[in-house]
Nanobody
Framework: QVQLVESGGGLVQAGGSLRLSCAAS????????MAWFRQAPGKEREFVGG??????NPNYADSVKGRFTISRDGAKLNLQMNSLKTEDTADYYC????????????????WGQGTRVTVSS
């Protein structure tokens, strides 16, 4: 099993920045990729960005490209969010997969509890 714990959510004004972190523990050697997803009220969960645990460049959703940056620091996955918009308001989830990096939430085996990001106008 892999345990994922997110931190760093909160309230920020539009144009501001937040940094989310996801600490992975347990059988992390079984992880092949990790990603961030988000879910806004009344909407489907959507892929934000992800990275292969072994390295390489992250992939991003078009909606966050150029504003969000994913990085890995040991067993921690970070999401730096800049130039935040009101439409970025959502619950953000960290996810890990034993398989290849995918934009589909169904391919992820482990999930964190989520952290809320609220961007005010």
């Amino acid at each position: 099993q892999v345990q994922l714990v997110e931190s760093g959510g909160g309230l920020v004004q539009a144009g501001g920045s937040l940094r989310l972190s996801c600490a992975a523990s347990g059988r992390t050697f079984t992880m092949n990729s990790m990603a961030w997803f988000r879910q806004a009220p009344g909407k489907e969960r959507e892929f934000v960005g992800g990275i292969r645990w072994s390295g390489g460049n992250p992939n991003y959703a078009d909606s966050v490209k150029g504003r969000f940056t994913i990085s890995r620091d040991g067993a921690k996955l970070n999401l730096q969010m800049n130039s935040l918009k009101t439409e970025d308001t959502a619950d953000y989830y960290c996810a890990a997969s034993r398989g290849q990096l995918s934009t589909g939430s169904a391919y992820y085996n482990y999930w964190g509890q989520g952290t809320r990001v609220t961007v005010s106008s």
